[in-house]
């Protein structure tokens, strides 16, 4: 049976993924240091609790379970605005810390990485949906650890690592069965923004109504939780390709303009200008 170690494992999108690797056949071995992830999404999965940056962990891990043959990188702090306040916090984390874990894996020989990266690290320009080829400048210290990972990861990966990077935006939902989901309270994304609009009896803001597009908003990516969990776990028991950068990006949707919806129940909207 493959074994895969998902780093991170305790959060939504990395519990999510391993109950997709559960329901494929695949053993996941979960790491999560539980800052940001929920002990009840590791129960009745094999869980160490601790750093990605802890050697002597990574180490224990592998001896206890030598046929981990990929790694699911989900290990990351993710919010934007806390980005901003601190954004030496989140360089350690996300990008210092990685940089360890890498060289962690390599020294016990696993060579194949999935990434959970981002498409917010896309440059964006007239709310037209982007494909891998699109220029990336990222807007927020978050966005940017993503890219600063990414290019990092292209120099390993030229060294003998293979790695994939998942791009992906907006992830809603939970998983199907409902063994796992969001962990926040107040989610900062835009289904979480539309639920809390609808609970407290307020318009959902739409930032920019005025895109060539044809509602006049922003083609947005986004993508249903088990979406990139499915696609995670089917690379890890897969081959990953060999190219410096390969990566895979979710589909893009539009949202509408003028009544988004909260379940049945149609939500008032106010437009404004496009974030600079």
């Not at 790694?71 to 990685?98: F, M, Q, R, T, W």
């Not at 949906?129 to 940017?144: G, K, T």
């Not at 992830?171 to 923004?193: C, N």
């Not at 803001?205 to 947005?220: A, C, E, F, V």
């Amino acid at each position: 049976m493959t074994t895969v170690l998902i780093a991170g494992g305790a959060g939504y999108i990395g519990s999510t993924v391993a109950s997709a690797c559960l329901d494929a056949g695949i053993t996941p071995v979960i790491l999560d240091n539980l800052v940001r992830g929920r002990r009840e999404f590791t129960e009745g999965r094999t869980f160490y609790e601790g750093d990605i940056a802890d050697g002597p962990l990574i180490d224990r891990i592998f001896a206890e379970h030598p046929d981990i043959c990929a790694v699911v990188h989900c290990a990351a702090l993710i919010v934007v605005p806390e980005s901003v306040a601190d954004p030496i916090g989140y360089y350690e984390a996300n990008v210092s810390k990685s940089l360890s874990f890498v060289g962690h894996l390599h020294r016990n020989g696993c060579d194949r990485i999935i990434f959970s990266s981002s498409a917010s690290i896309y440059r964006a320009e007239d709310g037209s949906p982007v494909n891998e080829d699109s220029p990336l400048a990222p807007q927020s210290p978050y966005a940017r650890t993503k890219a600063v990972c990414e290019g990092m990861f292209a120099d390993i990966a030229v060294a003998g690592p293979r790695v994939l990077s998942l791009r992906y935006f907006n992830p809603v939902g939970a998983d199907p069965r409902l063994r796992t989901g969001l962990q926040l309270r107040r989610p900062s994304h835009a289904l979480g923004v539309l639920i809390r609009a609808h609970q407290e009896g307020r318009p959902f803001p739409i930032t920019g109504t005025n895109y060539p597009t044809r509602d006049g908003t922003g083609i947005r990516d986004s993508c249903t939780c088990g979406t990139s969990p499915q696609r995670m776990s089917r690379r890890s028991s897969t081959s990953i390709p060999s190219s410096p950068s390969p990566n895979v990006r979710s589909r893009s949707t539009s949202a509408p303009a003028r009544a988004p919806r909260c379940g049945n129940c149609a939500m008032p909207s106010t437009g404004s200008s496009p974030r600079p």
